[in-house]
């Protein structure tokens, strides 16, 4: 066996780059991993997990699947596209840059709407950070200078377990260099999570009030009044934080889905990013936002520069890129039955999406382009497995913090198996025949 090292985890949007694969001879088989954690060694270790589909699969009319070659899923994929007035194409977060610039190419073609997962996670942060800039840093600023850190709506000891012990709790860095004791940690939240444990105050905020907690926070930081309770949270308790906050060399704010999608949602992550730049008429102080799924960062920097929005993007003009969520958001175009033709990529309709949207998905033409069975393969009309990106094939993708990492390939994927850049390739060329010159 031999041991690859530097390896980036392909789970969640930490990216944790420092894990060593221990892989077969033969490069086909992974015998152990070191560094990750539960869920990233997951993705590991069940590479070659029995009953793995490695050939497409086209929904028969009885409900059964049979299988199909890839020349017959990429015709169906190319026919699809070409015939159907407006296709929603969905998903990118578990894939290359690469291959999203090859899946784009394909769209613009075709003229279909590409959106990513952030359409039902953090797209309200990217519409506050349109509206308002965003004073951010890397995670490695985080390790080596913070002395203060917020988690507020997010709760990284079980999303993304490494997150604390890398970069924002427990890490010595080069100006921190006493690690979890020389860190303030303040955790605000509507329940008492795992991540609150670790956290030297815990703030109870009642749910649906986190706008008026972080204008209480902005007026405290200004010196001005606040009444005896907001958001649930006494007057002296909301003073000792900022207090604390204020006291810091370096802070962050780090934020999830508790934050963006509870009653305010982007408006929060607009008070949010405020608070952060008044927090700096005092000290250092920065805001990022907790990334979920491993590269839906990278797709809204993707789509961004080629077309100038993070997610949303509609193509079906051909001439130019529109943007409207609301409009162009995966969830209302399904909801509103306005497509009639779906490609999900590298993410999970049928485990996100509202239930009246899903049940769209599986009455129109569709394709699941997954490595592996999910739910939403399960209401396609035609799966196409690819390799696993990241473990099967190398690529780059963005952190939460926006960086870009690249990562490696580790082991064979199963043979005969096709990339998402080579399958998609394959279904540009397809649909170039098809349509011609359109
Ligand atoms: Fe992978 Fe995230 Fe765990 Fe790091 S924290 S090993 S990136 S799942």
Known sequence: ????????????????????????????????????????????????????????????????????????????????????????????????????????????????????????????????????????????????????????????????????????????????????????????????????????????????????????????????????????VPKEKIISAVNTLKEGRFGVIFFGMGLTHTLGRNHNIDIAINLTRDLNDFTKFSIIAMRGHWNVTGSGQVLSWQYGFPYCVDLTRRTHARYNPGETSSVDLLRRKEVDACICIASDIGAHFPIEATRHMAQIPSVCIDPHINLTTEISDVHIPVALVGVEVEGCAYRMDNVPIACRKVVEPPEGMLTDEELLEKVYDRLCEIMGDA
Not at 75 to 80: G, I, K, R, S, W
Not at 81 to 88: D, E, I, Y
Not at 102 to 118: L, P, Q, S, Y
């Open 1 to 232: 066996s031999k041991v690859v090292t530097d390896v980036t985890c392909p789970f969640c949007g930490t990216l944790c780059d420092d894990l060593e694969i221990t892989v077969s001879d033969d490069g086909k088989e992974i015998i152990d991993c070191q560094n990750a954690c539960a869920i990233g060694s997951e993705k590991f270790l069940h590479v070659r997990k029995e009953g793995r589909v490695t050939r497409p699969r086209k929904r028969q009319p009885d409900g059964s699947y049979k299988e199909i070659s890839y020349d017959e899923a990429i015709e169906y994929t190319a026919q699809m596209l070409a015939k159907a007035k407006k296709t929603l194409w969905y998903g990118w977060a578990s894939t290359s840059c690469e291959a999203m610039a090859i899946g784009h190419k394909v769209a613009e073609k075709a003229g279909t709407i590409v959106d990513n997962c952030a359409t039902v996670c953090h797209g309200s942060s990217l519409l506050a950070i349109q509206d308002v800039g965003v004073p951010s840093c890397t995670l490695g600023e985080v390790k080596n200078r913070a002395d203060r850190i917020v988690f507020w709506g997010c709760n990284p000891a079980h999303a993304h377990p490494r997150h604390m012990s890398r970069y924002s709790i427990f890490p010595r860095g080069f100006f921190t260099t006493k690690g979890h004791k020389g860190r303030k940690i303040i955790c605000v939240d509507c329940r008492y999570t795992d991540t609150a444990k670790c956290a030297d105050e815990f703030i109870q905020v009642e749910q649906g009030y986190d706008y008026e907690l972080l204008d209480a926070f902005r007026t405290v930081a200004r010196g001005q009044p606040i009444p005896d309770v907001v958001g649930g």
